[in-house]
């Protein structure tokens, strides 16, 4: 599989999508990075602090509205854990 793939298949999504703005790339691209350094899993179980790391997000809040929109919107799913020991899932769609 074309590693490139899902975020070519995501600008092409996007395109029209008055709705996605910067930053909601920046979470989608460093979830990609991070799945792919995972080994291309999916569901990849992850914690909001190693993603805005990797986005260059400061503040937990922008994360979190931008993951629930990306889920809200369709482009991936997302299942939060609310608990502090155990990641949260993100399905990327195939």
Not at 60 to 88: A, E, I, M
Request: with cysteine; glycine share 6%.
């Amino acid at each position: 599989m074309d590693r490139s793939k899902p975020l070519s298949d995501f600008f092409t999504a996007i395109e029209k999508d008055g709705r996605i703005g910067t930053t909601h790339i920046s979470v989608y691209a460093a979830l990609l990075k991070y799945r792919l350094d995972k080994g291309f899993a999916n569901p990849i179980q992850v914690f909001g602090r190693d993603i805005m790391q990797i986005a260059k997000i400061t503040w937990p809040n922008t994360f979190y509205r931008c993951v629930r929109d990306l889920n809200d919107y369709g482009y991936l799913k997302y299942t939060p854990s609310f608990n502090r020991n155990q990641g949260s899932s993100i399905y990327f769609h195939e």
